[in-house]
């Protein structure tokens, strides 16, 4: 059924069509909307948040819905995972219907205990994000962590999971920004000797909070419109993609109202389609205004062949190459000619 499910997404992708008879292969469902830390770059200083989680009726039906079809699900959002209370049930209910699952954490609440818990657990992939290298440059884009104690925990975790030869993929991430841009280097050295780590990432910025305003100059329709992730909120309310909710875009329907794929060819994902088809993206505010890279449609055809697993695996990879200048840089294009270029300083 997953099989037949992307060569549904990939044929209508490719064909640009705005009806898809098939369902998104990955989520990102945001199972709590708390979060202990103040992050300058983060959406959520401008987006106030509730100090709730997810309904339980709201996640079940959305993991039964995506249950034939659904290859991950991204258990993040504009919150701290691990301050839901019933965050390793969750990762067990999706696992019991078929779909792995993913956290990204920003390691205050991973001490031995959770650790040893969260390694008993099916999930297939975690993301340590540590913006920085030195104490001051993480403490300014982290506030509210201490730099030795998070770092602690994630090389803690990260060896534990290597005695263990435990499967879950560990990746080491920092967001590329001005006030860290310099501690690149210094960051890859460190985190590519930790035993367990198994990529370290250097991600550009997308949160828009940094980035020049401009308008879309990209011809190439979004993927996500397509392929996923649909960003589900804690509330129940479901967008095209996370940047969609950042960018005060209108939700696309509601989990406690419709069906996965009532939500998936609404009116308003259609006329997404439609507009980007037809390179019209940029009448579209929150597509005009998003920093989001667009993949060549080589690439995103390439993750429609292949298992989400192995696409997950191979993004790092494929940046890495972009951004060192081994692949063409066409490849992963930004949606407009006028963002920040931050370099190395």
């Known amino acids: 059924m997953r099989f037949s499910n992307r060569a549904k997404l990939l044929w209508s992708y490719l064909r640009r069509r705005e009806r ?78 078929g779909i792995s699952t993913l956290l990204s954490t920003n390691g205050t609440f991973l001490d031995e205990k959770t650790a040893e818990r969260l390694l008993e657990t099916r999930l297939a992939h975690i993301t340590l994000s540590f913006d920085g290298a030195s104490k001051e440059t993480f403490e300014h884009y982290r506030k509210g962590a201490r730099f030795e104690k998070v770092r602690e925990n994630f090389v803690r975790f990260a060896r534990m999971k290597h005695e263990r030869g435990a499967g879950m993929q560990i990746v080491v991430q920092m967001v590329r920004m001005p006030g860290n841009a310099h501690e690149v280097e210094e960051f890859r050295r ?22 020049q305003e401009g308008k879309r100059e990209s011809s190439r329709p979004c993927h996500y419109l397509w392929r996923g992730p649909m960003y589900v909120k804690q509330d129940g309310n479901v967008y095209p993609c996370c940047q969609s909710y950042m960018l005060d875009g209108a939700p696309v329907g509601h ?24 390179g019209r993206a940029g009448e579209v505010d929150m597509c005009a205004r998003c920093c989001t890279t667009v993949p060549h449609p080589l690439l995103v055809a390439g993750s429609l062949v292949l298992h989400g697993k192995w696409v997950r695996r191979a993004v790092p990879v494929v940046e890495r190459l972009v951004y060192g200048s081994k692949l063409p840089k066409r490849l992963l294009a930004p949606p407009r000619g006028q963002l920040v270029q931050i370099q190395k300083e």
């Open 255 to 278: 989990m406690a109202e419709q069906s996965l794929a009532e939500i998936f060819n609404s009116e308003s994902m259609r006329r997404l389609r439609r507009l980007h088809a037809e």
């Open 20 to 97: 898809v008879p098939a369902l998104p292969v990955e989520y990102i469902v945001e199972t709590t909307a708390k979060c202990n830390l103040y992050c300058p770059m983060c959406p959520r200083e401008t987006h106030k948040q509730p100090k709730e989680d997810m309904a339980d009726e709201i996640f079940e039906r959305l993991v039964e819905g995506a249950s034939r079809t659904g290859e991950h699900m991204m258990l993040i959002g504009l919150g701290e995972p691990f301050m839901d209370r019933r965050i390793f049930e969750r990762i067990e209910y999706c696992e019991r219907h």
């Open 190 to 211: 460190f985190w590519r000797a930790v035993p367990g780590v198994d990529q370290v990432r250097v991600k550009e910025d997308e949160t828009n909070l940094v980035q």
